[in-house]
């Protein structure tokens, strides 16, 4: 028991002279792409109660400092590590399917939505007012009409999604 305890000691003390002065990956400052995008939020100055943001292109990184060129023209800005409140990576554009899927997806509950309103109205109405001799119930009728409701409005929302849907992704890095 006692040279088993040694032994893993003796291990664990080796592993952690090992580990111990290489830097995590978050903390290296090769762990941040050169020449990928990135989209900043830095703490409040003074003066301005506002956070500054901005998007730029990082040229360089160290331990404490990033180097971005702005997409906009504006200089090279360097901004410290510990300044920074927000850091987003630049993940491509979505989709096409994806933003009409997304927008279909909430045309179509909007349409359930109201086609189930619609119905609930039309039973509620056939219970207060029953029609002998109508040839449909009003419920029936309410889902006859709801269901091309909700087909024209999941195509209708999946246009709009079409339309507006195709914004840039960004991924939250942890804080550098």
């Known amino acids: ?19 111990a002065p290489h830097p995590v990956r978050a903390q290296r400052a090769d762990s941040l792409p050169i020449g990928a995008r990135f989209r900043i939020q830095l703490r409040a100055a003074p003066p301005d109660p506002a956070p500054a943001r901005f998007t730029g292109v990082l040229t360089h990184a160290d331990s404490t400092t990033l180097w971005l060129a702005a997409t906009d023209g504006a200089p090279l800005r360097t ?47 056939e219970r207060r007012h029953p029609c002998g001799d109508c040839m449909l119930s009003g419920p029936v009728t309410a889902v006859i009409i709801g269901v091309p409701f909700t087909a ?13 849907g195709r914004s840039e992704r960004w991924t939250r890095v942890k804080r550098p």
Do not use: C, N, P
């Not at 024209?152 to 507006?164: D, I, K, N, P």
């Open 1 to 19: 028991m006692q040279h088993a305890l040694t032994t893993f000691l003796t291990a664990a003390v080796v592993a952690l002279t090992i580990i």
């Open 79 to 125: 901004v410290g590590r510990i300044d920074i409140v927000r850091l987003e990576q630049y993940a491509g554009r979505r989709s096409a399917g994806a933003s009409f899927g997304r927008g279909a997806g909430y045309g179509a509950l909007v349409g359930v939505g109201l086609s189930g309103a619609l119905v609930i109205a039309a039973a509620i109405d």
């Open 152 to 164: 024209a409005s999941t195509l209708v929302g999946g246009l709009v999604g079409l339309g507006f």
